[in-house]
């Protein structure tokens, strides 16, 4: 597999084509790295990535606060040492990408407080606050402390440094006439607008010597409008290669289009090979891939297709650590796959430290192991969702006698609703990788089994758990019970069809995921909400919401808010608006109001046998909380 051959960017030996992709994590008070980031990296350097690229470090605070790491004083230096020596012992190689800094996309604490950019534009996160441009003597300043940032790494026992130079951060807005109006040395054609860049290289040569790797993320198409096209981004590519670059780390999109960059599930895998191949025809240094990559199968294709030099994983990384070790055992059917929620990036934007909603122990490699259970224990489990999967599975795992009891007929639960539509095949094949672990795990499955609470009284259980998900809301709407009324969740999941004409109530998650996929075949959509805005009650990362509006936006659906469904007759669906009565005929009526916990198995076995309940059971929830509440509860029997 060309995966698994080795691999060079300039003097750099790599034992394989596989990087996992710089990601910033939480660090010490000063920016240090934090000895659980340095365990969490050293645990894909075990997993069998050739280079751990880092997240960014800010080669300097003076002109913006921090970020993400800070690479400058003595203790940031030790710890990375320490990360490097890690990463080293385990025959992994460690590049550490420097930034200086993000410019009109910081997130300033003080929102009236203007952020330092390229030029008079407006902050990203807060419209009408415009930035301040960085004068002369600020961008020589910072790039000198690039070449220090360079020199601190290489020291440190790095093996290659990377420049953060894509995405629409600042080393990026400088590049791109559509935030950059400069009229000095800094703004104007292309080569004037990468000056900064280039100047940082230069400097980072500099201090590192011409034997040291230096690679350059960067943007050649932004795919928005007024940002690069390609060809601009093509020629920066050459200029890059011509000022002595080793290698171009390739990216795609900015916040603007923030799910080009960061893919949500909504995106086609891969995302970004298209481009990353694009420059590989312009440049003779290695080209590096990232976007959707995780299946094995697609990523050995990229490489073979000539598409680029390494393939890198950032989400995958998060998911799998063992990634790589896993192909290399012919194991990829046991690699856990990436849904696409962006709960890793949600956590750290709401101040927290990373998580994964599949893998409980990203980030908390050494505080979640899973030991060999103290006594012989017996634990029944109701529901084959994901939280009684990922309970049955890990408690499986520590010795524990599981059964598993489904009253469906396959193991998935609500996952194949939730990975219904074609645009959410992620999610599906979550479903069949956590269907196949739990049948691979010593779990006994019972499936069309729907026990009372007689039945598992009788069964002498040591833990019962209820999984057992929640009901389809159906409110109390004259002709609910009628012909042409479907629930979502039976549409999704393909028990029920759609006529040509499609009327959904309820424009949440699912009524709007709902109506994508009926747009995709019928010949009207329309969505009625109660409250004023669609979505309302759903909250994404930023780059799945507007992947997910992108998506509604062309499907063509019609969205009335505000608006209370009165009646679901025989020929049309009729609401109230601002005290006016409409009717729309349809051929279907989808209910998408909401979910109720299905829980009623509780109360007969509370007291009588230790009982607990797990994930949409308690509160309908996501993914991410049923598989978590199922894995610590298994850990704690
Ligand atoms: C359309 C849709 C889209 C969604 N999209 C997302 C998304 O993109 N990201 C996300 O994070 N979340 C999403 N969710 C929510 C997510 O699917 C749920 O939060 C998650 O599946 C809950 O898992 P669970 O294991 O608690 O329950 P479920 O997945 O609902 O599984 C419960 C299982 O219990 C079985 N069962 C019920 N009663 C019994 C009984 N008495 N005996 C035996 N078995 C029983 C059921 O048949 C079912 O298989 C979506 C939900 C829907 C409906
Ligand atoms: C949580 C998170 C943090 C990220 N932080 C960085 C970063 O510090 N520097 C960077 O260059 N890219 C960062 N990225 C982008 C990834 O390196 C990568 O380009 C992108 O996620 C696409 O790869 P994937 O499809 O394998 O996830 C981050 C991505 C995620 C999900
Ligand atoms: S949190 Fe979600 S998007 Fe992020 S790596 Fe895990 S599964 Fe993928």
């Known amino acids: ?224 409008p007024g940002g690069r096209e390609l060809e601009e981004g093509l020629e920066m590519a050459r200029i890059l290669e011509e000022a002595g670059v080793d290698a171009l780390h390739v990216d795609m999109g900015c916040y603007e289009a923030w799910y080009k960059a960061i893919p949500t599930v909504y995106q086609h895998a891969p995302s970004q090979a298209w481009l990353a191949a694009e420059v590989r025809k312009v440049v003779s240094i290695p080209v590096l891939a990232v976007g959707k990559l995780n299946d094995p199968n697609i990523a050995e294709r990229v490489l073979q297709e000539g598409k680029a030099d390494f393939i890198g994983l950032a989400h995958g990384a998060l998911t799998e650590p063992h990634w790589v070790n896993k192909v290399q055992r012919g194991e990829a059917y046991d690699i856990v796959p990436c849904i696409g929620c962006n709960e890793c990036l949600f956590a750290g934007f709401k101040g927290g430290h990373y998580q994964c909603a599949v893998n409980p122990q990203c ?28 309970f049955a599975i890990t408690a499986a795992e ?71 998900g929640a009901h389809h809301a159906m409110p109390p709407i004259p002709g609910i019970d009628g012909p042409k009324v479907v629930t979502a969740g039976d549409l999704l999941t393909g028990r029920a069809e759609h006529g040509a004409r499609v009327v959904i109530i309820g424009a949440g998650l699912v009524g709007c995921e709902t109506a994508a996929m009926c747009a995709q075949r019928a010949d009207s959509v329309t969505v009625i909400e109660t409250l004023p805005k669609i979505l309302m009650s759903v909250e994404h990362c930023r780059n799945n919401e507007l992947a997910l509006a992108q998506l509604l936006e062309d499907s063509q659906i019609a969205f009335i808010t505000d608006a209370r469904v009165t009646d679901l007759g025989e020929e049309a669906v009729t609401y109230l608006k601002d005290g006016q009565t409409t009717s729309i005929e349809a051929d279907t009526y989808v209910i998408a109001a909401g979910y109720t916990p299905n829980d009623g198995l509780y109360e007969q076995l509370a007291g009588r046998v230790d009982v607990s309940v797990i994930g949409d059971a308690v509160k309908p929830d996501s993914i991410l909380k049923a598989v978590h509440q199922g894995f610590h509860l298994a850990r704690s029997l």
């Open 398 to 468: 520590r010795g524990v006698e599981v059964e598993l009891w489904e009253k469906g007929a396959r193991l998935g639960g609500t996952l194949w609703a939730a990975g219904g539509p074609s645009f959410k095949s992620d999610v599906a094949d979550y479903a069949t990788y956590l269907t196949n672990k739990t049948f691979r795990s010593h779990v006994t499955v019972r499936t069309m089994k729907d026990g009372t609470a007689e039945e598992i009284l009788a069964g002498g259980w040591d833990k019962v758990v209820l999984a057992t």
């Open 363 to 390: 980030y908390a490699e050494d505080f979640f192991p899973v030991t060999p259970a103290t006594a012989p224990k017996r634990a029944l489990v109701l529901g084959g969702g994901p939280g009684g999967m990922e």
């Open 1 to 224: 597999m060309k995966l698994l051959e080795p691999g060079r960017i300039g003097k750099m030996a790599l034992k394989n084509r596989v990087f996992m992709a710089p990601m910033g994590t939480t660090t010490e008070e000063d920016g240090s790295f934090h000895d659980r980031s340095i365990r969490y990296l050293e645990e894909r350097a075990i997993g069998g990535f050739g280079l751990i690229i880092t997240g960014a470090n800010q080669v300097s605070t003076d002109y913006e606060q921090k970020a993400c790491n800070i690479l400058g004083s003595v203790r940031s230096v030790q710890q990375l040492n320490w990360l490097a020596r890690r990463i080293h012992a385990n025959d992994a190689k460690l590049c550490v990408q420097l930034t200086v800094g993000l410019g009109r996309m910081q997130l300033p604490f003080a929102a009236e407080v203007a952020p330092l950019a390229a030029s008079e534009v407006e902050s990203y996160w807060f419209p009408g606050l415009m930035c301040k441009p960085l004068s002369v003597e600020q961008i020589q300043d910072l790039v000198v402390k690039m070449g220090a940032g360079a020199a601190a790494a290489k020291a440190a026992g790095a093996d290659a440094v990377e420049v953060h130079g894509y995405g629409g951060y600042l080393l990026d807005q400088f590049c791109s006439t559509l935030w950059n109006t400069r009229t000095d040395e800094y703004g104007g054609d292309l080569r004037a607008r990468m000056k900064f860049g280039l100047d940082c290289v230069t400097a980072m040569r500099e201090a590192v010597g011409p034997d040291f790797p230096i690679l350059y993320k960067f943007t050649p198409y932004h795919g928005v």
